[in-house]
């Protein structure tokens, strides 16, 4: 007996984005630069898990950082690893949605420590932009 197909998996290796907006960019003296604050890696206050955007998948589809940003005028773009969200206790799984078959979510609780964890860690797609 077969069951349905699995997901392709999604290896540590893999770049997820997250859209940072522009009141979460913070300069942090004690790298010295720009990162996103680390309330950016929260869940949604309505409890839904953390929204990224699948890499591999976006630039297969023919979306790039511009594509991602389109309708978030000043948002900067992050990216952070599968592998590093796991190190935080944090699953990573695919959630296409029509307008974003991309989409992805990382779910898993998200104390402050992992929180800033993953901000610390976050490589800039799109840098933040001066005010």
């Not at 029509?98 to 609780?109: D, K, N, S, T």
């Not at 402050?112 to 901000?119: H, I, T």
């Amino acid at each position: 007996m077969t069951g349905p197909p699995n997901d392709a998996p999604i290896y540590d290796e893999a770049d997820l984005w997250r859209r940072i907006p522009p009141w979460h960019c913070i300069y942090d003296n004690n790298i010295g630069r720009w990162r996103p604050s680390s309330s950016a890696f929260a869940d949604d206050p309505d409890g839904h898990p953390m929204s990224v955007v699948l890499t591999e998948v976006a630039i297969a589809v023919g979306r790039g950082p511009a594509q991602i940003l389109t309708g978030h005028e000043r948002f900067s773009l992050a990216s952070i690893t599968a592998g590093l969200a796991r190190e935080c206790g944090q699953a990573v799984v695919r959630d296409p949605l029509p307008e974003e078959p991309a989409h992805g979510l990382v779910i898993g609780p998200k104390p402050k420590s992992v929180q800033r964890r993953l901000a610390k860690a976050t490589i800039w797609v799109v840098p933040p932009q001066p005010l």
